[in-house]
DNA sequence: ACCATAACCTATTAATCCTATATGCTAAAT
DNA sequence: ATTTAGCATATAGGATTAATAGGTTATGGT
C-alpha cells in the first residue's frame, strides 16, 4: 500500500496544478479543501520545495506553487521519493538494487523475473502520467477516457 | 516491498514444485537448500497449510507437499496472504476495499483512476502466473522466454 | 520600525508492523 | 515407548508510519 505521505503528495500536487494561476496558496487551504491533516502535510509540502516541484513564499500574501509545467511532473517520481521504490523485490529496483541475502542463482530466479516484469510495468504506467494527465484524468467522466492519458 | 514472509512463501512453494515427486520434505531442507531462517519458515509454511496451499504429515518421514496443482496455484494468491492487497490505495482494492477518509469525489480522483490501472496489470500478471508457470520460467533461460508463461 | 502572518525546521510521540526466535504441545512412524 | 517432526502461540526487538507540538525565520503591510 501507499503510504498516507506519498498519497497526501499526490493529492496535493494536483489541487495545485488545478489552481495554478490564482498565486500562493496557504497550506491551511489545502489542507482544509482536501481533507489532508495541516501540520502533516506541511512537512510533506516543505520536501516537495526541497525536491524543486513546488516553490513557495514565506509571510503575509505567501504559499506554495509548483515549481514546474505540470506536464514536466511525472507521478513516478513522487512516489518513488514519498514512498519508496516501485519494484516488489529489492533485485529488481532501478532506484535502490540491491541483491537478496538468500539469492541463490540471480538470473533463473522465478520470483525475480516476474516482479521485474510488474515493476517494469508500474514503471510505464506512473512514469508516464504526468500532474497534467492527472488534472486531465479528474476532469474526464469516465475511466475508459483516462486511459487515454497513458504512455 | 513485498514482504520477507511473501518471498519466502514463495520461494518455498517454488522448491516444493520442482522435489514434488520425492515425498514429504522436512522444513530444514526448505530452510538450508533456499537459505531461509528455519523457524520463519515454519510459521510460513504452517499458514501454507491452512490455506490448504500444502498439506503435512507429522512424525518420523513427515515433511511437507503441495496440496494442489503447480498449475493451480497462482501467485496473485499468495501474494495477497502473505503481503496484503495488490493495491496500492485501499479504494482500488478487490479483496479490502475501502473508501480514502479524505476522499472528495470517488468517481473522479485521478489517484484511484492511476492507481486501478496499476492494480489491474499486476492482478493479471499475478493472477495469470501459477507455481507450474514459475517452475517453467526459473528452467528457462532468457528473460525474454520467460514472458510467454504470462497470461 | 513594528507586527502579524505564514512558511521552516526539528523533536517527539503513539501505534503498528515486521522479522525472527523460543517454548512447549501433539501426532505419527518404527 | 521413543524419537522425530510438525503445530501453536507467545514474545522480543526493531523499524516504520502518521501525526502533533513548539519554536524559528522570513516577508509584506501599516
Redesign the pocket.
Known amino acids: 500500500m501507499l ?3 506519498a498519497k ?1 503528495a499526490l493529492k496535493a500536487l494536483i489541487y495545485l496544478a488545478k489552481v495554478r494561476d490564482q498565486g ?5 487551504d489545502i489542507a482544509a479543501s482536501q481533507k489532508l ?4 502535510l ?2 510533506i ?2 520536501e516537495l ?2 525536491l524543486r516541484v513546488l516553490k ?9 506553487l509548483l515549481a514546474k509545467e505540470p506536464a514536466e511532473i511525472e507521478m513516478g517520481q513522487i512516489v518513488r521519493v514519498f ?2 521504490p516501485l519494484a516488489l523485490v529489492p533485485c529488481v529496483s532501478v532506484t535502490a538494487f540491491e541483491k537478496c541475502a538468500e539469492c541463490l542463482d540471480f538470473d533463473h530466479c522465478g520470483v525475480r523475473r516476474v516482479m521485474k516484469k510488474v515493476r517494469d510495468i508500474t514503471a510505464e504506467i506512473l512514469d508516464g502520467t504526468t500532474l497534467e494527465a492527472m488534472v486531465n484524468i479528474e476532469a474526464s467522466e469516465s475511466d475508459e477516457a483516462s486511459m487515454m492519458y497513458f504512455i
Do not use: T
Not at 37 to 40: E, G, H, L
Not at 56 to 64: E, L, M, P, T
Open positions: 503510504s498516507m505521505r497526501y500562493p496558496v496557504l497550506i491551511g491533516p495541516r501540520k502533516f506541511e512537512q509540502l516543505l520545495k526541497n513557495s513564499r514565506q509571510g503575509k500574501s505567501g504559499g506554495y514512498n519508496g
